[in-house]
C-alpha cells in the first residue's frame, strides 16, 4: 500500500500535495487527517514553525520497485510549489512516499546512511517501523514522530484495511 507523508505550515500547500497525489494514484483509501510536527526543530529554518504532517493511503496493490521513481516525482511537486511561490520559506512543502505491507513500513529518502539501503537513481530506503506481536515498533533510527501513537493508529488502520484487502481476494 503507497502511503504518503506530507507536511507545511501552509493548509494550501498540504490541500495542494493531496490533489497532486489523488490525480497521479487514485483519491486516497484512507487519510489521517492533520497531526502537530512537533518533535523536532530541524525543519524549522526551512520550513517555518506551526508544521503540521497529514498522511494518506491509497488502494493496495503499490509494487515497491516503484519507490525511486515515486520519489522523484514528489520531489518534483515539491519544487513546483516552491517555485510557485507557495510560501516566503525556501521549502514551503515536504512529501515523502514510502509503502506499507503486513511486516513494515518503508520510507524513501535521498539522503544515504548506514540504516539505508540504495534502491536506484539516487533514492534509499529504510524499513521505519515494523510490525510485530500486534502493533507496530520502532527502530533506533525511526523518526521520534513515527513512534508516536497517533501516527501508529493511522498506520494501524492501514494494516487493517490492506489485510482485509488481501483477504477478500483470497476468497474471491
Known amino acids: 500500500m503507497l502511503i504518503v507523508a506530507a507536511f507545511s505550515r501552509h493548509d494550501g500547500a498540504l490541500d495542494w500535495a493531496r490533489r497532486r497525489a489523488a490525480n497521479a494514484w487514485g ?25 503540521k504532517k497529514e498522511f494518506w493511503g491509497f488502494a493496495p496493490g503499490f509494487n515497491p520497485a516503484r519507490l525511486p521513481e515515486v520519489k522523484l516525482e514528489t520531489n518534483a511537486w515539491e ?3 516552491a517555485d510557485r511561490g507557495g510560501g516566503p520559506e525556501e521549502r514551503p512543502l515536504n512529501v515523502d512516499p ?5 511486516g513494515k513500513l518503508v520510507l524513501a529518502s535521498t539522503k544515504d546512511f548506514t540504516h539505508r539501503v540504495y534502491l536506484s537513481r ?3 530506503a529504510e ?3 515494523s510490525y510485530r506481536h500486534g502493533r ?16 501508529q493508529a493511522f498506520f494501524a488502520e492501514c494494516r487493517r484495511y490492506l489485510h482485509d484487502w488481501i483477504r477478500e481476494r483470497r476468497t474471491a
Open 27 to 51: 483519491e486516497p483509501v484512507l487519510d489521517s487527517g492533520r497531526f502537530d510536527f512537533r518533535e523536532t526543530d530541524y525543519y524549522r529554518r526551512s520550513m517555518g514553525a506551526g508544521l
Open 79 to 81: 519544487a513546483e510549489y
Open 98 to 102: 514510502g509503502y506499507l505491507n503486513l
Open 122 to 124: 539516487g533514492i534509499y
Open 127 to 129: 524499513v521505519t517501523l
Open 136 to 151: 507496530w515498533r520502532h527502530h533506533a533510527w525511526t523518526f521520534p514522530d513515527y513512534q508516536r501513537q497517533d501516527y
